[in-house]
C-alpha cells in the first residue's frame, strides 16, 4: 500500500442516496448500498440500470449530484480517483496494444515510480509470467482477461471496482475465470464490486448482490435470499426463468391462499398476507414437478409433453395444461417424459412466489426499460 493512501486494509464503502443525471436522464435515483470489508459484491442490472455510473462514481471518475460515498467511513468526494485506494477495471479491459504484457501490467507502478516487484508477483499469481514478452493481440481473451484483471490487481488497491469484467469471454471461460476472480480477491483480501448482467454470473459467485433497474435498487442480499425471495416480479423474472400465472384471491384454507386462475382453476399457495384481490403467482422451473401418474390433492393438473429441450445435466420441458405453457426442469435421470406424452403438473403450493398485481400491468412490470 502506498503512504499517501489513507484508507485501512480492506474498507468498507458506504453509498448514500446518490443520485445522477445526464440532462434529461436520471441515471442513479437515491441508491443507498453498504459494502463490507472483504466481500465480493455483485452489482446486477439490465443494459442503462446506472451500473456504470455508480461505479465510475465511487471510483471518482464521475461526480455525482447529490449523495455520499465514503470509504472506510471518509466521505470521498474532494478526494481524487487516485488516492481513494480504489483500482478501476472498465468494461472491455483496454489493454495497451502496443505495449508488452509486462509493460502493461507494470505501467501504473513505473509511472508512479514505485518497485516492480509486485507487477512479477501479480503475473505470476494469475499465471502469465511465462508470457510477458507477448503482445496483448498474441493472448488469447482469456489471457488477455487475466492481464487486465493483473494490471488492477498491480495498483496495490485494496478495492477492486471491475465493469464487465468477464462479458467478452465465451461460455466456458467465463466460468472458469469467475471462480478464479473470486478466489483470488478472496487470497488477496480484496473489497469487490462486480458491475454485470449476467444474473448466473452474479448468483454463482457473490457474496451479495445488488440488482439495480432504472436507477433504483431493488432488493439486496445473498445470492440465495433474492433468488428464494425476490422482492418484486422484475427481480424474480430477471434472476432466471419462471412461470407466471395471473390469479384472483378466492379464500383461505388453513395455512394456504387460494386463487382462481384463469382456465388453470383454483391455485394453493402458501398464505401470503397484503396480497389484495387480484395477484400474479410465480413459480422457478425446478420447483414444477412433473409425473407421468400419482394423484395430489390440490395444484395437480393433467397436461400434454408440448417440447422436451435437452440441456445436458437437467431437461427444459414444456407442458401444455388447458390452454397455458407451464415450464419445468427436469433432472437427467428424473421421470422420463416425450414430446406428446401426456404428463402431470404439480405445483407444491410452498413453493409459489406470490406477487401483488402490478400497477403497470404484468408485461411492464417484467421489462428492464
Ligand atoms: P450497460 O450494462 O449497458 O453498460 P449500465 O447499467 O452500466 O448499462 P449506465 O452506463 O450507467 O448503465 O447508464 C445509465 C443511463 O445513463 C443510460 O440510460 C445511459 O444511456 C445514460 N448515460 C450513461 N452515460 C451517459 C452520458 N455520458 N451521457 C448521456 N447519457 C448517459
Same mark, same amino acid.
Given at each position: 500500500?502506498r503512504d ?5 486494509l ?8 446518490l ?6 436522464i ?6 443507498n ?6 466481500e465480493?459484491?455483485c452489482?446486477l442490472?439490465?443494459?442503462?440500470a ?11 471518475l ?21 488516492l ?5 477495471m472498465p468494461?472491455?479491459?483496454a489493454?495497451f496494444?502496443?505495449?508488452t504484457?509486462?509493460?502493461?501490467v507494470?505501467?501504473g507502478?513505473s509511472?508512479r $515510480?514505485?518497485? !516492480? *516487484?509486485q =507487477?512479477e508477483e501479480?503475473?505470476k &499469481?494469475v499465471?502469465?509470467?511465462e508470457?510477458?514478452?507477448?503482445? #496483448?493481440?498474441e493472448l ?8 487486465a484483471?493483473a494490471?488492477a490487481l498491480?495498483?496495490?488497491s485494496?478495492?477492486l471496482?471491475?465493469?464487465e469484467?468477464?462479458?467478452a469471454l465465451d461460455?466456458l471461460?467465463?466460468l472458469q ?10 487470497e488477496l483480501?480484496?473489497t ?7 444474473? $448466473?454470473e452474479? !448468483? *454463482?459467485i =457473490?457474496d451479495?448482490?445488488?440488482? &439495480?433497474?432504472?436507477g433504483?435498487?431493488?432488493?439486496i442480499?445473498? #445470492?440465495s435470499?433474492v433468488?428464494?425471495?425476490p422482492v418484486?416480479?422484475f ?21 394456504m391462499?387460494?386463487f ?15 396480497i389484495g384481490?387480484?395477484?400474479v ?5 425446478e420447483d414444477?414437478?412433473?409425473?407421468i401418474?400419482?394423484w395430489?390433492e ?15 445435466f ?9 390452454g397455458l ?5 427436469l ?6 417424459v ?6 402431470y403438473?404439480?405445483?407444491?403450493p410452498?413453493k409459489a412466489?406470490v406477487?401483488p ?8 412490470s417484467l421489462?428492464s426499460e
Amino acid at each position: 500500500m502506498r503512504d499517501e493512501d489513507i484508507f485501512s486494509l480492506m474498507p468498507s464503502i458506504e453509498v448514500k442516496d446518490l443520485w445522477k443525471s445526464y440532462g434529461s436522464i436520471i441515471a442513479l435515483r437515491g441508491v443507498n448500498l453498504r459494502i463490507e470489508d472483504g466481500e465480493y459484491f455483485c452489482l446486477l442490472g439490465p443494459t442503462g440500470a446506472g451500473k456504470t455510473t455508480l461505479l465510475k462514481i465511487i471510483a471518482g471518475l464521475l461526480k455525482q449530484d447529490r449523495g455520499e460515498v465514503l470509504i472506510d467511513g471518509v466521505e470521498v468526494s474532494s478526494i481524487p480517483p487516485e488516492l481513494r485506494g480504489a483500482s478501476y477495471m472498465p468494461q472491455g479491459y483496454a489493454l495497451f496494444p502496443h505495449m508488452t504484457i509486462w509493460e502493461n501490467v507494470s505501467y501504473g507502478l513505473s509511472v508512479r $515510480e514505485e518497485s !516492480l *516487484s509486485q =507487477a512479477e508477483e501479480i503475473l505470476k &499469481l494469475v499465471g502469465l509470467w511465462e508470457r510477458r514478452d507477448s503482445y #496483448p493481440h498474441e493472448l488469447s481473451g482469456g489471457q488477455q482477461q487475466r492481464i487486465a484483471l493483473a494490471r488492477a490487481l498491480a495498483s496495490g488497491s485494496q478495492i477492486l471496482l471491475l465493469d464487465e469484467p468477464l462479458s467478452a469471454l465465451d461460455a466456458l471461460l467465463n466460468l472458469q475465470l469467475r471462480f478464479e476472480l473470486k478466489k483470488l480477491a478472496k487470497e488477496l483480501g480484496l473489497t469487490v464490486i462486480h458491475v454485470t448482467h449476467n444474473a $448466473e454470473e452474479a !448468483l *454463482s459467485i =457473490a457474496d451479495k448482490v445488488a440488482i &439495480l433497474r432504472k436507477g433504483r435498487i431493488q432488493q439486496i442480499g445473498c #445470492p440465495s435470499e433474492v433468488y428464494r425471495s425476490p422482492v418484486n416480479l422484475f427481480t424474480a423474472n430477471f434472476l432466471g426463468e419462471i412461470n407466471l400465472f395471473e390469479g384472483r384471491l378466492t379464500g383461505f384454507l388453513e395455512r394456504m391462499c387460494i386463487f382462481k386462475v384463469k382456465t388453470l382453476g383454483e391455485l394453493y399457495t402458501r398464505r401470503v398476507q397484503n396480497i389484495g384481490l387480484n395477484a400474479v403467482i410465480a413459480y422457478r422451473p425446478e420447483d414444477v414437478e412433473v409425473a407421468i401418474d400419482g394423484w395430489k390433492e390440490e395444484n395437480f393438473f393433467k397436461g400434454v409433453v408440448e417440447t422436451v429441450e435437452n440441456m445436458g445435466f437437467y431437461r427444459r420441458a414444456l407442458i401444455k395444461v388447458k390452454g397455458l405453457e407451464i415450464l419445468a426442469y427436469l433432472w437427467i435421470d428424473a421421470v422420463d417424459v416425450q414430446e406428446g406424452d401426456n404428463a402431470y403438473v404439480y405445483l407444491p403450493p410452498d413453493k409459489a412466489l406470490v406477487f401483488p398485481y402490478p400497477k403497470e400491468g404484468l408485461e411492464k412490470s417484467l421489462l428492464s426499460e
